[in-house]
Structures are given as structure tokens and as C-alpha cells.
């Protein structure tokens, strides 16, 4: 046997992926929130990069008269004639007699430049000014700690004796913070549990004068066995009727709240479901604006209308000149290196514009009846089938709309998935049923199944109550 050692050149193809593909897939799939810092961090750390934004609305993208968005702002009617303000000069008249109004106090009233602020508290700011008017100095920074550790739905989610280490201070005087804490409003405010929470608002309505004895020892005992609906047995161990005890479930249900943060939320923005037009701040921001128009529906990309971007003069044109008096090589490679950058950037932003735009404008045709008639209209689609029509890679499509959100012209904000999610109209017709039934005689997840065959649509009693529990409705058996 021969062996023998040799070189030779073939032809072969691979796959190269480069550093521009790579940033603008990372930019594609930033949401919002992260692409705007990702726009701050380049801005401070490149002196070629510039950016200028527009003032306006964060949810509708309308340029903003003032401080009020005059598409989310609901412009007030003239006294004399009871119609809407909508002309711009009106408006700006309007606003500017209403600051001549303000600037005037009452004869019974101090003059007072702060009471002109809007204000916009969060719920951490209203609980430590009221923890701060309560409190001592040398207290107010276990407050903070307690108000930071704060959850969504304001409970608290850190342990006394946690607490007390991470600030090496006393568990007693941890313990006295959370104790005024709790006395705050919204009633329930940092409660450690469910239990507390409803304990501490019944508390509350014990202060106000209308104590309820046996719904306290109801929450404090039987929690449990309440939400399973053990009237009966519950009764017999307290010493009352089933009746009794049903009447005392029924005023928790109705006059407690179990998400106490989400009260405080509502009492700043009641019948509001995000930010837009209230003192709060944005909770989501939408991504795209879909409007109606004359001919349809259009689409816009809120970003790029408030974001500007360009090339500093000065960097550009130094780049462009190979030579440069005064400039030595290091210079040169400084003005070259941030000003490649800069575009670098620039064209990856507006590439994401860009499929987001295009995505956009294919959705808006192709569920036109989704966005005019509602959701009983959506019809099913896939990403596949976007990616076919818009000519781009499913993976791409995938990306440009995961943790992005759009705005309906109804108002409401839906993040994209919902455009492909075909179960929507059979989770419509699911509560709509379940609003409807005999509040007597619950339909169970059976007679719903049975229901939703005779409109047509076919789904077995297993997807029938994961769709009902997807929208947060108790079975037959609790819902009476």
C-alpha cells in the first residue's frame, strides 16, 4: 500500500455572516423601550452621531401641541355653542385663555406656581410623600427599600428580616415601616399575602363604621375553603348558615380587591386602559399606528417619524476628504472609525423601519376585515404566509414583531401576535356566551363546546377550558 501526501484547490461555498447582518437582526428584535436606549447609548458614545427627536405622543405618534396630544386628549367643547374645539387655532386659543384663567387665584386662595404643574405621580411617589409626612428622616430609607420591593400588584416581596439585613438596621423598626405602609392608600398596600391584603381592607371599612365581623374571620380562617365555594361546610364550623356565609363571599367579592396597585392605577386614569391622555406615564408603547383613511387603512411606524438621525457635518465631512490639514493619522482613524459608525447604525435602524413598515402595510390588507369589523372577522394566518407575501425570511418576520405592539384605530393597543393568534374570535364568542348564561345555572365547559359547534366552531371541552382560563374565568362550579 501507497500513501501519499498532497495539496489541491477546490471550490466551496459557505456561509458568512456579517457584523452589519448581525447589529440590524439585533436591532429588529429590540422592543421600544430597548431600541430607545440602545439610540441614547449610541448618541453618548459616538460624538458623529446625532440624533434630534420630535415632541410627540409616545402611543399615537401625533405631534404634540404643547404638552397634550390633540388625537388622545379629548379636546373640550365651547360653552356657548357645545362644539368641539378641533380647530388647531381654536384649540390653542382655548388653552391659552385657559392659562390666563389659572394664573388668576381667588379671592379666598393663595397664589401658588406649583398647583399650575401637572402632576404624575407614580404609585412608589404617592406612597413615600405619604410615607414621608408619617415617617422620621432616619426611617426614610427603609421606606424606600419597601416601596422599591413594591411587586405590580403591590404586594410586598421581600421578608422583614431580609430587609433588615440588606440595611443593618432592626427587624422592629423594618417592622413599624411596613406597618405605615400598610395604613397608606390603596387599601392592601403592601400586604405580604392575599390573606393580608383583604384582611387590611376589611380593616379599613371596620374604621369607617361598617365592620363586617364574620367576612373577617372568614379571610382570616377559611380563605381557602371559600374560593372553593365550601358554604356549607364553612357554615357549619362557624356557627352560621350557608346563607350567611354566602352573602359574606359575595361582599368580599364586591367590595375587596385583591390587586391593591391596580386600584390606584384606575383612580388615575379611570376607564383608561394605557397611558395616553392621562398623568400616568406610558405603560406600552406602540410600535406601529394602523389609522383609517380615506381609501382603506394606513400604517406608520411611530419611530420614524420621531426620530431624526444624521452624520455630525463636521465628521462627515472630514471622512470624505482623504487628507486633512492639521489632522494627523490617529485623527484620521478617530473621524473615519465614529463616522462609519454612525452610519452604520443609522442604516440598521431604518432597515428595521423598514420591515416593520412593510409588515405592517401587508397585515392592514390582509386583515382589513379584522381592522374594520373586529375580532369575530380575524381571519387565520401564519408567518409563513406574511413572510410569502412581503418576500422575507419567516425567521425575520418572526423577529420584527416579537415584543411589539401596535395601535388599532379603536384605540386599543395589541401587541402583533394577535394578528396571527386564530383563537381570538373562538375566545370572543367564549365570554360572550359566558356573559349571557343564567347566572342561576352556569354553563359548564360541555355545554360551551356544544354552543360554539352550533356557531360553527368546532372545539373539543379540553381547548374550551384552556381558553377560559386563558381569560381568567372560574369554572361552572364557581361562578355561581
Known sequence: MYLDQSLSYAPQQSLNISAKLIESIKILQCSAEELERSITREQLDN??????????????????????????????????????????????????????????????????????VRAGDTLPEHLLVQLGAILPWEDQTIAEYLVGSLDSHGYIATEIAEAAEALKVEEERVARVLTALQSLDPPGIGARNLRECLLIQLRVWADRGT??????????DYLGELGEHHFLEIG??????????????????ANLNPFPAHAFEGAMAPGVDDGCGTDEAVRIKPDVVIRRAD????????????????????????SRQSTARGMNESDREH??????????????????????????????????????????????????????????????????????????PEGRTIPFDDFFDSSLATKDTLRELIEREDPKRPLSDEDLAALLTERGLSVARRTVAKYRESLRILPSRFRI
Do not use: M
Open 295 to 318: 381609501a382603506g387603512f394606513e400604517a406608520e411606524v411611530i419611530e420614524e417619524r420621531r426620530f431624526h438621525f444624521a452624520v455630525h457635518p463636521t465628521y462627515a465631512a472630514l
Open 211 to 220: 365592620p363586617y365581623p364574620l367576612a373577617e374571620r372568614l379571610v382570616a
Open 47 to 116: 460624538p458623529a452621531f446625532e440624533v434630534d427627536e420630535s415632541e410627540q405622543c409616545l402611543r399615537c405618534g401625533t405631534p404634540l401641541n404643547g404638552a397634550t396630544c390633540p388625537n388622545c386628549d379629548p379636546l373640550p367643547a365651547d360653552a356657548a355653542t357645545g362644539e368641539s374645539l378641533s380647530d388647531l387655532a381654536d384649540w390653542d386659543e382655548y388653552r391659552e385663555q385657559r392659562s390666563l384663567d389659572l394664573a388668576v387665584p381667588s379671592e379666598d386662595e393663595d397664589y401658588d406656581p406649583l398647583s399650575f
Open 236 to 253: 357549619r364550623e362557624v356557627g352560621v348558615t350557608s346563607t350567611q356565609v354566602k352573602r359574606a363571599w359575595r361582599f368580599i367579592k
Open 335 to 408: 473621524v473615519r472609525q465614529y463616522a462609519s459608525r454612525a452610519r452604520f447604525f443609522i442604516d440598521c435602524v431604518r432597515q428595521r423601519w423598514e420591515t416593520l413598515r412593510r409588515i405592517s402595510e401587508a397585515l392592514v390588507e390582509l386583515q382589513h376585515d379584522f381592522l374594520d369589523k373586529g375580532v369575530r372577522a380575524l381571519r387565520p394566518l401564519t408567518r409563513s404566509e406574511l413572510a410569502d407575501r412581503v418576500g422575507l425570511h419567516e425567521s425575520t418576520v418572526s423577529r420584527a414583531t416579537a415584543n411589539k405592539y401596535v395601535l388599532l
